[in-house]
């Protein structure tokens, strides 16, 4: 079903986070349609829905 | 009813005899609440039970409104598969929305920023929130950065947009809820807004938003879901 234009939401995890997630971040996972962070240890390997590009800053 | 001083004292290290006080005092004024409250409800006529069955319909109504939301809800999360996205020309340029929280994630957000190539990634707004005057600086700065760097003129114009904060720091969690509702509808003031009216449409709705928190991105995000939600009959798919 057609919806109203909405924008592409990208949630970039902080850098500071390494081992895990902020609350943010844990909130909108599952709404964001990519959703990054910079340590691999701040997310389970289970997940392929969180991109992990390494130190993006 | 205030104990003494030495009183006071004399309970907190009696552990057992404190305990055996506080609720004591406290069922006694729930008590007190509870039975204030049913002759209150007594005096206007209505029973609980009555209010609760002339309000059954509406009841219904919202827990279908519910259901249904939560099922188109469901269906538009973006999940495993990549939302598609159009292809875009090497001259087409994508307008961007760019949250900057306080502090360290603004700084961030602006490093992040500088692989962006302004050229294409405009026209740019950025969200701050009240009182940020840190972000708004940065932000400003940033901007002369890229016009000195050389950019044109039509891909240094960027706008400020100030959010109410959803929460302050050390704020009451009980008031969070009235802030965050604040800071909502300012999201959707410019995020839903401009699809629902042409006349509120000012410059090019935004295509694309990058945050990294914190909180005042939840808002935001609920502001863009509005729009997903809403069922709306449009020639162009959505992008």
């Not at chain 2, 057992?16 to 506080?22: E, I, M, Q, R, Y």
């Not at chain 2, 360290?104 to 969200?127: A, D, I, K, V």
């Not at chain 2, 042409?198 to 879901?225: D, F, H, K, Q, W």
């Amino acid at each position: 079903m057609l919806s109203l234009p909405s924008p592409r939401l990208i949630y970039v995890e902080s850098f500071a986070r390494v081992k895990s997630l902020s609350l943010t971040a844990r909130l909108l996972r599952p709404f964001v349609d990519n959703f990054v962070v910079q340590w691999e240890d701040a997310v389970g390997t289970s997940d392929d829905r969180a991109q992990c590009r390494g130190w993006l800053v | 009813m205030e104990l003494s001083c030495a009183a006071q004292h004399r309970h907190r290290h009696d552990g057992v005899a404190w305990l055996g006080l506080a609720p004591t005092r406290t069922a006694a004024a729930a008590g007190a609440l509870f039975s204030t409250t049913t002759r209150a409800a007594q005096m206007l006529s209505i029973s609980v039970w009555d209010a609760l069955a002339s309000l059954w319909p509406i009841i219904k109504v919202l827990a279908v409104i519910a259901v249904v939301v939560t099922v188109r809800l469901l269906s538009i999360l973006p999940g495993r598969q990549k939302r598609p996205s159009k292809k875009r020309s090497p001259s087409e340029t994508c307008s961007a929305a760019l949250f900057l929280g306080s502090g360290g994630h603004t700084t961030e957000l602006l490093l992040l920023l500088r692989s962006l190539n302004p050229q294409r990634y405009t026209p740019r707004s950025y969200f701050v929130s009240s009182g940020d005057d840190f972000s708004r600086k940065k932000a400003i700065a940033f901007e002369q950065e890229w016009a000195e760097g050389g950019a044109t003129a039509a891909s240094t114009s960027y706008t400020i947009v100030t959010l109410p904060r959803a929460r302050a720091v050390h704020q009451s969690w009980l008031s969070t809820p009235i802030s965050t509702a604040l800071c909502f509808i300012e999201c959707a003031r410019h995020f839903v807004l401009p699809q629902i009216s042409r006349r509120a449409a000012s410059s090019r709705p935004p295509e694309l938003v990058i945050m990294n928190g914190p909180g005042t991105c939840v808002p935001l995000v609920a502001a863009i879901y509005v729009n997903r939600v809403s069922i709306h009959a449009r020639s162009s798919p959505a992008s």
